[in-house]
Each structure stands twice: as C-alpha cells, then as structure tokens.
C-alpha cells in the first residue's frame, strides 16, 4: 500500500514537474527534436526483441508492444 | 493633382491584386488518395540456449531458434477537409524450433519440433493537424498451431499547446488456446475419430486481453523531451499453456496450473536528450507489477553516435530484474495441495542484462541512390541468471 502510494505521489510529482519545466520551443527550433534518433518511440527493428522478451520474461507493456494476448507470451 | 490620382489609382490595384492572391491560395488545395509512402521489412534471427524447459516441469534443453520477418506497407493521403489518412498493412510470418517440444510426449518422441506463426495487421489513422489530434482504428489477427487470436483497438491523441501530447488507445484480443497437453495426460477421445492419431482433435480455451494504454509526451526544451507510459491490463481465461508440466515432491507430475484472472500495471519512462551536436541520449524505465505477486523493474540506454550526419552507430545496454510469481517453484518442489502451481521460469525470480550495437545507414537520396531511404542492423547478447542466453541480430529495410 505504501508503496503504491509512492509511486502515484511520485508520478504527480514528475508529471507536474515535467510540464512546468518547459521552455516554449518554436517550430524553427526542432530541428534536433525531429532527428529520427530522437524518436519516443521504440525503433522498428527492436519489434521482434520485444517479442523474444515478452516470452523469456513475466513482465510486459508501458513500451508501445505487447501487454499479453495475441501470442502464447506472458 | 495628376500625381495624387495616380498614387491613388496605384495604391487601388496593388490591394485589388493582394486580395486576388488570398483568394487563389485556398482554393489551391486538393485531396489526395492514399498513396504508397513507405514499405518497411524487419528480419530477426534468434537462436536461445538454457536448461529449464517448462514442458519437462522446469528441467531439460530451452535451444529455440526462430527466425522472424515481416513486411509493412504505409499509404497516406488527404480528404477534402485537409485530414491526413495513414492506412498501414502489416504481415509477420516466424518459424521457430524447440527442441523442448518434442517431450510433449512422454518419451521425447513428439514427432512437432518446429512451428510457424502467421500474423496480418491492419491499421487506420486519421489526423486532424489543424486540431493536433487524431484517431485510429486496428485489427490483428494471429495463427499458429497451438494458438489463434483476433486483436482490435482504437485510439485518440490530442496535442496540447505547450509542445505536449497525450494518448488514449483501447485493445482486446480473443484468443483461443489448443488444448494439447503432455502425452501422459491426452484424453483418449482426442485420437478418436477421423484421422486418429496423425489427425487429433484437439479442443480448445478462450484467453481475453483487455488493455487501456495512456500515453503523455512533451517537448522540454530544444534538447530534450520526455514521454510517460502507463498500461492497465486485464486478462481472463486459460491463462498458462497446456504442454507445461509440473511436478510435485512426491515424484507425480500434472499440467501447470494458473489463475484464470491477471491484473497487470506496468508504467514506463522514456527521455530522449540530444549532447552536443553528434550525440543523443536514449533512456527508458518500467516498473511493473501484477497480482500474481510479479514484480520487475527495467532500464536500457541507448546511445546513438552519429558519424556523419547519415551513419550512426547505436550500443545499448538493458537490465531487467523481476521477482517471481507466487505460484512458482523449481522443478519437484511443489505441493500437491498448492491451489496453483507453475514450473515455467519466466514466472521466477531473476536477472537480466541484454547489451549489443547496431547501426544505421540513411543518406537524404537512398542508399547507393535508390528507393532504399534507410538501413539498419542490429546485434544483442541475452542472458538471465537462470542460465539462458540468447542471441538475436535483425535488420531494418525501409523503402520510401
């Protein structure tokens, strides 16, 4: 319970903080933001990396691939 | 006088002709159908080793090699109220051995050692880039012997005005698990009946995933941005596999025996910072937790160093450390009375490090000139402290 409580508080905290932080940032200016390196995203040619862990490993999701179904993983 | 006429009479046109620009620009737009923007292909090798096969109860060979590939189409266009259309065709096809699968039989004798899973995808997505938001729809669909799923989803996001994003998507997939056990445990009536024993009748046992995927990303500063990742996972169903033995202290053994209800919360981090002018720093963090009693937590860096502006090489490092389910146990140390019982050693207590390097090739007229827009290769070592290691290396086509 305790530490659920952690992390929500942590979460508020890193939320908040995240988005007070910012410095506006014009369209000019991305130029290193739209690097296709920089991408939030895992790369394509991880996918089936994913997939191999997703079978190896009991945990799974908060990356943008499996959560569980689809395949006989975890 | 004269003068002043004309200045007025010039000043006259000059606006009549201003105006008649504003006019033809917004007529100039035009929908546009889709059209083919970008075909990917991933290939992966894997090939694993280690010594605690769930079919044989948590003992005997895990060598699995699998070799996986697929093919991704992407057109885009635009309707008549300038929304870009994005429609992407997927189609992944794996072929895998394991050595394990030949001891679904008692004696090692199962005469299946390989499999191949199909896999189409199809998905739709319509933004909206005057609102900043968007909409998608999927469908997925998946087969293999022992396994048969439909996937779908749907998903919004909405841009806010500090350089931020969020996202909401929905999924379920309905699965149907074969229901091919350990020889020692097959019902008769399976080999009963047209075919016998070449063609059996097995039966089958629905699994559901249900999955709420929150998603919330921002632009901190010209250098840096930030994304927060957050799954709530319910699933229903036969949740284990029915070739996974267990066996008990007494020397018995039965099929492993799982819940058929499982929550799962895992929530992730990912930053992004680009140093210097050749540099970028790519780190990610998952807690996960379920009510199985799993816990794990993951942290990989990625450092991709760009060469030239067009070749990067990328090594990268991840750790993974979990600790086992409640219903697990090592191979003959579970109790016959346990209400649930699994020897499989993704659900025990261990530690991961997965390293390797890749690199990628994108130069702004293809590579050597052609439609081939990028390539990328990448090599990883896999190993846990349960004594599996794994080696992958993939490859990444893009055409555009």
């Known amino acids: 319970m305790k530490r659920t409580i952690f992390l929500w508080a942590f979460l508020a905290l890193f939320g908040s903080g995240m988005m007070t932080a910012c410095t506006p940032v014009k369209e000019y200016q991305k130029n290193r933001l739209n690097d296709s390196e920089m991408n939030l995203s895992a790369r394509k040619v991880e996918k089936n990396e994913s997939n191999f862990q997703s079978y190896r490993e009991g945990a799974s999701g908060a990356n943008g691939g499996k959560t569980g179904g689809g395949c006989g993983c975890n | 006088m004269k003068k002043i006429c004309l200045t007025v009479v010039g000043l006259y046109f000059i606006l009549l002709h201003a105006f008649s620009q504003v006019i033809k620009d917004s007529a100039e737009f035009k929908p546009r159908k889709l059209k083919l923007d970008e075909v990917n292909l991933v290939s992966s090798y894997y090939t694993q080793s280690g010594d605690h096969s769930a079919i044989r109860g948590g003992v005997g060979s895990e060598k699995v090699t699998d070799l996986a590939n697929g093919i991704e189409l992407k057109w885009v266009g635009w309707d008549g109220h300038q929304r870009k259309n994005t429609l992407t065709a997927g189609l992944g096809i794996d072929h895998h051995t394991a050595a394990s699968q030949a001891w679904i039989s008692k004696t090692g004798a199962s005469k299946r050692t390989d499999g191949l899973r199909l896999y189409p995808s199809l998905d739709w997505t319509r933004e909206n880039e005057r609102k900043g938001s968007s909409f998608s729809l ?175 090489i990328t090594p990268f490092y991840r750790y993974y450390t979990q600790t086992g389910a409640n219903y697990f146990a090592p191979y003959g140390q579970h109790v016959k009375s346990d209400a649930y019982y699994s020897s499989n050693y993704a659900l025990s207590s261990f530690s991961s490090h997965f390293f390797g390097s890749g690199f990628r090739v994108a130069p702004p007229k293809g590579v050597f000139g052609t439609h081939l827009s990028a390539l990328e290769m990448r090599y990883g070592h896999y190993t846990q402290t349960t004594d599996l290691v794994s080696d992958v290396i993939s490859l990444n086509l893009m055409f555009r």
């Not at chain 2, 910072?273 to 990610?284: A, E, M, P, Q, S």
Request: glycine share 10%; aromatic share 18%; hydrophobic share 35%.
């Open chain 2, 138 to 312: 999927g469908g997925y669909y998946s087969n293999e012997f022992n396994y048969q799923s439909i996937g779908l989803s749907a998903g919004v996001t909405q841009k806010t005005k500090h350089n931020g994003e969020f996202g909401l998507k929905l999924s379920g997939y309905f699965d149907q698990v074969k229901l091919i056990f350990p020889s020692e445990f097959e019902p008769a009536s399976t080999f009963i009946g047209t075919g016998g024993k070449d063609h059996p009748n097995y039966g089958s046992s629905p699994r559901q995933t249900y999955t709420a995927s929150f998603s919330f990303t921002q632009i901190v500063d010209t250098r840096l941005q930030a994304a927060f990742l957050l799954d709530l996972v319910e699933q229903h169903g036969y949740l284990g596999l029915p070739f996974h033995r267990v066996y008990f202290t007494d020397g018995t053994d039965s099929v492993e025996k799982l819940p058929s209800n499982r929550f799962k919360l895992p929530i992730g981090f990912r930053l992004n910072y680009f140093l210097g002018d050749r540099v970028i720093l790519r780190g990610y963090y998952r807690y996960y937790l379920d009510n199985w009693g799993l816990r794990a937590h993951t942290a990989s860096l990625e450092i991709p160093v760009k060469i030239t502006p067009f070749f990067s």
